[in-house]
């Protein structure tokens, strides 16, 4: 999902009011609070890294997807809502919930049973040492950018919600400093409640900020709804193409997604899902710290039901935000300067002058503007580009008085926030195992690993920084960034298969099937474009263009296929012919030799299997429900 | 984790809505409400947040000397979390 949240250049204008500041003053003082507490609980490496192994599954759980629900998410599915509809869910449900079954019933007990403190150290468990470094040393990278993302993210939206105007000019401070003043404080902060707390302060935090949003959203929605007339009144203004997920998928051309779904089925509930939620460390690191292999396996499972139900928390908003009957750009403006508005939301001097000119927007979204010449972007045809990622700020500015317009903030500074956090544990996680440990000091106490884990952490911090300022000097940059970053995860989910489930896999087979795996996700954009893009260039054909995908989302799913396909086959090819591992070297590693859990102690419904058919089922009914 | 999660979580969600619920009480009736379509938002969510932050509370209070620093009852099929210490 990309975000370009620079387009926000044009966004409201909000003067908010000392409980606004109150309530975002308490979060901060809890979050840093919180890390304080945590510090005298933090003696050794595990209790840093791995929050002593001691975390209950439902705190675990609610981890697992705050670590994936960071703002950026929340805007995009937001705007995902205003532009595809309610089959922008599908991201939640077929796109998640299967492969979170998948990992709590049959990963996690590799993960956690096989004494791994990550996922690149599994790897080099079950493969060898270059295929742990290739993915430790790549994990590493992408998520010290994901935080400078989420850092960038942070701050131009701060910026052009004019947050801090108010206090900047009270304070006689040049207003270009807001940018800067926003990356120092969430690195000030973040660092601040890591460095103390470690994982569990990210943990605990991600927690937090998992209520937050609700409660933050949930108001959002019912003020929403009551103003367009409840569902039945979407559906009448939107039309069907808008509230069912699954209609026209027959075709690309006949849905909003422009994909198939047998692509929709394969790509993303397949393998860019199960590649995400069963591999990535960022979030499998939240099961890990659970305090039992039995919890471990639940969290996942019980991080599914709250994850099916975040559409009508995050996509909603968006369809809301476009089926509002009264404002365009032009009432956008009227409305700013309308004295019901004139508390919290004070007109853009740059909206309200060029307002005559610039064409209606849809509902609350309005027209996309070039961030520099102020010019209204348009398609290849002409036609106006609807700036989608203000759907959620202009929910907030529109319906939010003061008072709750600062739980609303709070709530989104929580999302940036927790995707830094979450970015930077597994930062220091696997930078203080997996390559310092391994490569640069092996050998030193636990102490010297514990320190090592707190200077990792301000390393990361840092980077993060220069990530930030990196990603705001480059034009396309962060587009550029997650490509790259999508062919590096493409083709993971093939590798860990094959290694957990067919026990002749090779580390020799897995390594360059991993290899030859990105490299065909590179090469398979290089030959493709969508027929959204403004032309060749970052968004493919760069070599050649040999095919059209009708979307962007078909030409992801697409990609994300074929890396997997060269991969699978490569890895099984290559592993045939090199030599396997000693079947007692692999058990605990690999599904055929390693013991099950045994469950026997347990009443049917606390075993995990119980909790993933009662998930499934909630599926079925709700994509029945909005089929 | 020595400390649990319920009480941070209460304390917040206790403050956080007891302040919306006194702003809305003492701003009901307010012309700011027209945005929310006149229903008194800060009074209304600010009470439900302050009932889940006290439910928070009440769970941590009566779970308080069972969450502590004892580790976790292991069922047969596990063994101990590993716990490096300096020197083993």
């Not at chain 1, 398609?379 to 700036?387: E, H, S, T, V």
Request: charged residues 10%.
């Amino acid at each position: 999902m990309t975000l370009t949240l620079s387009t926000l250049a044009m966004g409201l204008t909000t003067n908010l009011t000392i409980i606004d500041w109150l309530i975002m003053l308490v979060y901060f003082a809890f979050v840093l609070g919180t890390g304080f507490v945590l510090k005298r609980y933090m003696r050794t490496s595990t209790d840093f890294f791995l929050a002593g192994r001691r975390l209950p599954a439902w705190v675990c759980g609610l981890a697992f997807i705050s670590a994936n629900l960071g703002a950026q998410e929340v805007i995009g599915m937001g705007a995902s809502g205003a532009k595809y509809g309610i089959a922008t869910s599908q991201f939640y449900w077929i796109g998640a919930i299967p492969a979170m079954v998948f990992v709590g019933l049959f990963m996690m007990p590799f993960y956690y049973g096989s004494k791994a403190r990550s996922v690149p150290e599994y790897l080099k468990l079950r493969y060898d040492e270059k295929t742990r470094a290739w993915n430790a040393g790549s994990f590493a990278v992408m998520t010290v950018f994901s935080s400078g993302i989420s850092m960038y993210a942070m701050a131009i939206l701060i910026q052009s919600l004019h947050v801090f105007d108010g206090l900047f000019l009270h304070l006689g401070l040049p207003l270009g400093w807001i940018f800067h003043f926003s990356v120092f404080l969430s690195a000030v902060v973040v660092l601040g409640y890591i460095s103390l707390g470690g994982l569990t302060s990210a943990i605990y935090n991600e927690v937090l900020q998992f209520f937050l949003i609700v409660a933050g959203f949930l108001p959002l929605v019912w003020i929403g709804l009551k103003n367009v007339g409840g569902w039945h009144g979407i559906q009448r203004t939107l039309g069907p193409a808008y509230t069912h997920s699954w209609r026209g998928l027959a075709h690309a051309n006949t849905n909003p997604l422009g994909t198939e779904w047998y692509a929709l089925v394969f790509g993303l509930g397949f393998v860019l899902s199960f590649g995400y939620w069963c591999t990535d460390f960022l979030v499998i690191q939240s099961a890990m710290a659970a305090e039992s292999q039995l919890a471990a396996r639940r969290v996942p499972l019980i991080a599914a039901i709250p994850k099916m139900f975040f559409p009508f928390l995050v996509i909603l908003p968006g369809l809301i935000a476009i089926s509002i009957p009264v404002v365009g750009q032009h009432s956008l403006a009227q409305l700013q300067t309308a004295p019901v508005h004139a508390q919290n939301v004070a007109p853009s001097t740059a909206v309200v002058s060029d307002a005559s000119s610039i064409p209606e927007g849809k509902g609350l979204i309005p027209v996309e503007l070039d961030p520099l010449s102020g010019r209204v972007l348009r398609d290849n045809k002409g036609q106006p580009l609807l700036n989608y990622d203000l759907a959620i700020p202009n929910m907030l500015l529109h319906f939010f008085p003061t008072g709750i317009l600062g739980l609303g903030l709070t709530a989104l500074l929580a999302s940036f926030m927790s995707g830094m956090a979450g970015n930077v544990t597994a930062f220091n996680t696997v930078w203080t195992y997996d390559i310092y440990q391994s490569y640069i000091h092996k050998g030193a106490s636990d102490e010297h690993y514990l320190w090592m884990g707190r200077m990792a952490t301000i390393g990361g911090i840092v980077l993060s920084i220069a990530a930030a300022y990196f990603v705001s000097s480059f034009n396309n940059i962060m587009d550029a960034l997650q490509l790259v970053f999508s062919f590096v995860n493409a083709p993971l989910l093939a590798t860990f298969l094959l290694g957990m489930f067919w026990k002749r896999t090779t580390g020799h087979g897995a390594f360059w099937g991993l290899m030859t795996g990105t490299f065909a996700a590179a090469v398979h954009t290089g030959l493709t474009l969508p027929a959204d893009a403004p032309g060749v260039g970052i968004h493919g054909g760069w070599i050649a263009v040999l095919h059209v995908y009708p979307s962007t989302m078909a030409q992801n799913f697409w990609t994300a296929i074929w890396a997997f396909g060269v991969c699978i086959v490569l890895t099984i090819g290559l592993s045939l012919l090199t030599k396997p591992r000693k079947e007692e070297e692999l058990v605990g590693l690999v599904y055929s030799l390693t013991p099950k859990p045994a469950e026997g102690h347990l009443l049917w419904y606390q075993k995990p299997m119980t909790l993933a058919i009662a998930v499934l089922a909630m599926l079925v009914v709700l994509n029945l429900v909005f089929l | 984790m020595g400390l649990d999660i319920r009480w941070p979580l209460g304390l917040l969600f206790f403050v956080t809505g007891g302040m919306m619920a006194v702003y809305g009480a003492v701003t009901h009736g307010s012309a700011i409400y027209e945005k929310s379509l006149s229903v008194d938002i800060n009074l209304i969510w600010g009470l439900v947040l302050l009932a889940f932050g006290s439910f928070m509370l009440l769970l941590a209070w009566n779970a308080r000397g069972r969450i502590s620093d004892v580790p976790p009852v292991l069922t047969s099929s596990e063994e101990p979390p590993p716990r490096r210490t300096h020197g083993h």
